[in-house]
């Protein structure tokens, strides 16, 4: 069977896209109801996922086990390595953001490892907040004359005027 287009048929004309009605905005409780249906689902889907996992493992053999743990030990190993390095990274990140200074020479950057192997941003949180914090206000200088130190300097006993020149002549006395 042969199908012979005519060239007087006309070509199909596209259609103009449609727009979708507007909804009118959503009341609190319909929005709770949808998260919390959300919620719902991502935690069938994360039981779903561990029994999918489960299953896979029980179906290994002794040697894909081994496999697997050894790859598993491996990347951990891998990954505590450079964590230590990415702890102190975060560690200068957070200490910079709070305005402390920290020397990271002799801390054991294993705390703040997660288990996964990758800095643990709120045990590094912790530490920050537990440092002392500087101080914001500036340092008033101290004034000669004022308070505490009232007299010129501890050279001058007297106010004897060839006393004073002798003293201002660099502390020899002429």
Do not use: C
């Amino acid at each position: 069977m042969e199908i012979i287009m005519s060239e007087t048929a006309p070509a199909p004309e596209p259609t103009a896209p449609t727009t979708p009605p507007e909804t009118p905005p959503a009341d609190a409780a319909e929005v709770e109801k949808w998260k919390a249906l959300s919620r719902q689902n991502e935690t069938r889907w994360k039981a779903a996922s561990k029994e999918l996992e489960d299953l896979k493992a029980a179906q290994m053999s002794d040697a894909d086990k081994a496999i697997a743990d050894a790859r598993a030990e491996g990347r951990k190993a891998a990954l505590s390595e450079v964590g230590t390095s990415l702890v102190q990274a975060e560690i200068r990140a957070q200490a910079a953001t709070a305005g402390v200074t920290v020397a990271t020479d002799y801390l054991d950057l294993g705390r703040f490892l997660a288990a996964d192997g990758q800095a643990d941003p709120e045990k590094v949180k912790g530490y920050i907040e537990s440092l002392p914090k500087p101080s914001t206000e500036p340092k008033f200088p101290d004034l000669q004359g004022a308070g505490y130190h009232r007299g010129a300097g501890p050279g001058v006993t007297s106010m004897d005027p060839t006393e004073l020149a002798d003293l201002i002549a660099g502390g020899r006395f002429l």
